[in-house]
């Protein structure tokens, strides 16, 4: 009998050390989790580099210059813009209409800041093409320029296009966007050819 004590007291001291274990391993496993949440909810917080990019919201007037051709002449034409900002904060939404039939275009922008790569980024989408194109890069204090850049395939020429889409912060009230192509097919053995210049001017609140 004395023998059957001890061994279920030595079960029991054993089931008890190993519950002990087990509650101290979740809770560890339960403050990793935490504190795992914590960095990832930190990370997602927008920073001042979106705050770059609210200070382009409101309703702008556009005045758009595009060349079809390295020392061409440009075609110009007007339009308006849209920038909201959404998702909390973390992305600038741009919606634009430009020109006159039948050459009238509808754009969609989406511009954002990356924190894992510490880059900003672009997805663009006109009413020219079924297809959206990327690009990425940083921003230059001393220029207050915003420069990315990408690649692509055209879809009729059949080769890839290289391009930087460049964002220039003018003042609190003027900003300039343009697409610039680098690759020999665009640049016709220049160093670059500029394809578009877009200068955005806000528009006052009787001008809406």
Request: aromatic residues 8%.
């Amino acid at each position: 009998m004395h023998r059957m004590v001890t061994w279920i007291a030595g079960l029991a001291l054993a089931l008890l050390s190993t519950s002990i274990l087990a509650q101290d391993e979740a809770e560890e496993q339960q403050g990793a989790g935490a504190e795992m949440m914590a960095a990832y909810m930190e990370m997602a917080k927008p920073g001042p580099e979106h705050q770059r990019l609210a200070d382009l919201a409101g309703e702008w007037k556009q005045s758009l210059k595009i060349w079809h051709e390295p020392g061409g002449e440009p075609v110009l034409m007007e339009g308006k813009v849209t920038n909201t900002m959404i998702l909390g904060g973390r992305f600038l939404e741009s919606r634009g209409v430009s020109g006159e039939e039948p050459m009238q275009t509808e754009g969609v922008n989406i511009i954002g800041f990356d924190r894992r790569y510490g880059h900003y980024t672009i997805i663009l989408m006109d009413s020219w093409g079924t297809y959206y194109v990327t690009a990425a890069g940083t921003f230059d204090d001393s220029s207050r320029t915003i420069v990315m850049s990408g690649e692509a395939m055209n879809p009729v020429l059949g080769h890839l296009e290289e391009y930087d889409m460049i964002l220039r912060f003018t003042d609190k009230d003027t900003y300039v966007f343009e697409i610039v192509f680098t690759d020999k097919e665009h640049t016709k053995g220049a160093d670059s050819f500029k394809m578009v210049e877009i200068t955005c001017s806000r528009m006052s609140s009787g001008q809406q």
